[in-house]
């Protein structure tokens, strides 16, 4: 008896998974490396809102990026497109993963660099923790959203029914 193999969204959402716990485990374990926030000054306004500017940074290239998926040429054949579709789809979130994580990454550096405990990793990193749940996560509206952008020159991608 072979089992059943998962739909796109399903296996996305489990990759998705895996990729967006692990700089959940990166912060808490980053965290009590270097001593927490307890004993630590908030780090200089400078250091705070460069941060913050990074991330806001990564969240508006991933945004960006979240609409460029190429275009589906019309009478492209529906398994074809389907297929196209879900790859460029899969692809994407992977670009604008990394992009995301980026501040997170940098955050750790800064924070091993400067002393002011997890400060920079916290400022940097759950805010970039956040966008990605909220840019990544494979919902409906993303995927209705997607399919949008794929078919904009009149070609069919079937990118929900091939998820």
């Known amino acids: 008896m072979t ?14 998974m895996s990729l967006l716990t ?5 912060v808490i374990a980053v965290f009590l490396i270097v001593g927490g926030i307890g004993d630590h000054e908030l780090p200089p306004v400078w250091l705070t809102v460069g941060l913050l500017a990074l991330v806001a940074a990564a969240v508006g290239l991933a945004r960006f990026l979240g609409d460029q998926l190429p275009a589906i040429a019309i009478g492209t054949a529906r398994d074809d497109a389907m297929t196209r579709a879900l790859n460029a789809f899969r692809a994407n979130v992977m670009v604008r993963y990394a ?5 997170v990454l940098i955050g750790v550096v800064v924070s091993f660099l400067v002393d002011h405990g997890a400060w920079p990793l916290l ?21 209705e959203r997607a399919e949008r952008r794929l078919d904009r020159d009149g070609g069919r ?7």
Do not use: N
């Open 22 to 26: 692990a700089p959940v485990f990166i």
């Open 99 to 103: 992009v995301l994580e980026a501040p």
């Open 157 to 163: 991608s079937y990118l929900r029914e091939a998820s």
């Open 123 to 143: 400022i940097a990193g759950v805010p970039s923790i956040i966008a990605m749940f909220a840019l990544l996560w494979p919902s409906e509206a993303s995927f």
């Open 3 to 16: 089992e059943p193999t998962p739909s796109g969204r399903d296996a996305l959402r489990t990759l998705l």
